[in-house]
């Protein structure tokens, strides 16, 4: 048995002594998150329901191929990997799309490449924004997001950059 086993035994047994001691209603409380966390999974549902559909679709429709075949001439020229296009383009709508042209990254190219490193770097260092904005915005209600996806889309972009550069500057000093 690992110490990990534990963690959660102990901290259910914490949580009970300590109300105990303290004379609060347990269950009750616990009811009454578990009414809260419904209420947001209710508030945010929709918002979350139309991403996956919107990904799925655009996934389908083979527009992140078509984006990728037409932007590659320009990402050639500036030195950027072209097999990683696919990945920033799709890092901002879905995590499991993400992962998954990661995982066939580093299967065609290699761990150690050139596109391995860059997208290794890209996908531990930049967001899932739609995602995101999505679930987070409509948890709290916000209907004017004023600039923060244009912020995020930018802060994206920047990491495909910047993850570029320094691969290149690590594999070449």
Known sequence: MNFSDFIIPVIFAFVLIYGICTKTDVF????????????TVYDIFPSLFCLVVTVAVF????????ITEF???????????????????????SGSG????????L???????????????????SETT?????????AVKAKKTRYALAAALIGDI??????????KLILNP
């Open 98 to 105: 993400a992962t998954a042209i990661y995982e066939r990254i």
């Open 130 to 138: 739609f995602y995101t904005l999505s679930v987070y915005f409509a």
């Open 28 to 39: 009750g409380e616990f009811t009454e998150g578990v009414k809260d966390g419904l209420r």
């Open 71 to 93: 932007i590659r001439p320009a990402l050639e020229t500036v030195g950027f990997p072209a097999e990683c296009a696919e990945l920033v383009i799709m890092r901002p709508l």
């Open 158 to 167: 920047t990491c495909a950059v910047v993850s570029s550069l320094s691969v």
């Open 59 to 66: 996934r389908a429709s083979g527009a992140t191929a078509a």
């Open 107 to 125: 299967t065609e190219h290699g761990p150690d490449t050139f596109a391995g490193r860059v997208a290794s770097v890209i996908l531990g260092s």
